[in-house]
């Protein structure tokens, strides 16, 4: 079974930048479509990007296009998710997904595997 770790959140300013890393253990990592959601308080919770497992074709949330690059190393197990001009209203708890059979999806419910969550939370 593949588990997941967040890592990189933080306080940024408003024009900022963070990178945030997703690690996974087992095998399996290459053959997985991954992908980062957020979520603030009081809301649902949004796919923000997503890359396909073999990293070829990626997908973003038009409110991060241009802003955000999502990336993985299937060598590392890793995904990541470059954050540019940040703005207050990308502060939330970001989430790595995963899911198996290779392709990006959108809904929350389609993603089998969750990490525990990086909050990021970007001041005016």
């Known amino acids: 079974q593949v588990q997941l770790v967040e890592s990189g959140g933080g306080l940024v300013q408003a024009g900022g930048s963070l990178r945030l890393s997703c690690a996974a253990s087992?095998?399996?990592?290459?053959?997985?479509?991954m992908a980062w959601f957020r979520q603030a308080p009081g809301k649902e919770r949004d796919f923000v990007a997503g890359i396909s497992w073999s990293g070829g074709s990626t997908y973003y949330a038009d409110s991060v296009k241009g802003r955000f690059i999502i990336s993985r190393d299937n060598a590392k197990n890793t995904v990541y998710l470059q954050m540019n001009s940040l703005k207050p209203e990308d502060t939330a708890i970001y989430f790595c997904?995963?899911?198996?059979?290779?392709?990006?999806?959108?809904?929350?419910?389609?993603?089998?595997?969750w990490g525990q969550g990086t909050q990021v939370t970007v001041s005016s």
């Open positions: 997904a995963g899911r198996s059979g290779g392709y990006v999806l959108e809904r929350p419910s389609q993603y089998a595997l």
């Open positions: 087992g095998r399996t990592f290459s053959s997985y479509a």
